[in-house]
């Protein structure tokens, strides 16, 4: 029987060139970057950046292309830190507000949670550490999308905005429109639009080394669309503390 290993697959070889190009460079790169890099015509080179965009090995910004939320954005050790580091400010934060609390980065065009602490309460809204989730339909992801450069909000509006419950802002003139409010309003809501039942309040955390963002999450019977401006805003004086501890961890 052969050896397989001594014929390495072609197609396998050029895949792992992109990546290994789009790992070391410094910016983002454009299609004629890459394929003059990577040595191959710019149709065959725009085939492999497509199949890898649709599975997140690649982002896709404008005309650039980089790597792409499947790498994680921060490495393990560095998110481990922060979730460490947060996770006592974040049980804090639950017990004020008696809701679940989620502590998210941004990730391409999701929402990673990288910690989450679940209200005590019977019944209640959870998601669980190292879920993603649309940017689009939920409070942090709102919040975090005000940090994204044009290029890559232009891209990601350039395709269609899935709908999670008949609530989720689907097109790309509602969804500028709902980030003009966040950036108005300092804060973030998701009023039924990623669970049918559940409302979510979220701001940003400033002066972070990456998009950082957390959010109060309840079932819609405790927490009343009246109620999340100001829900928003006691959460930025209860977060001081939090920023401070995660502004100190070492990258």
Known sequence: MENTTAYPIRAVDRVCDLLDTLRVATAPLTLTQIADLIELPKSSTLRYLAALEGRRYVL??????QLGPAFQPMHDEYLERLR??????LVQLRDHFGETVNFGV????DVVHVEVVESAQPVRLAASRGDRAPVHSTAMGKVLATT???DHLEAMLARPLPAVTENTITTAVAFRAELA???ERGCGFDDC???PDGRCVAILLPGLAAPMAISVSAPSSRLEPDEMAHRGAEMHEQAEALVRALQAVPR
């Not at 460490?84 to 400010?89: C, G, I, N, S, V």
């Open 60 to 65: 896709r910004t404008g005309d650039t292309y």
């Open 193 to 195: 639009e990623n669970q």
């Open 148 to 150: 994204m450069d044009e």
């Open 106 to 109: 941004l990730a391409g065009e």
């Open 181 to 183: 409010k966040v950036v």
């Open 84 to 89: 460490e580091t947060a996770l006592p400010h």
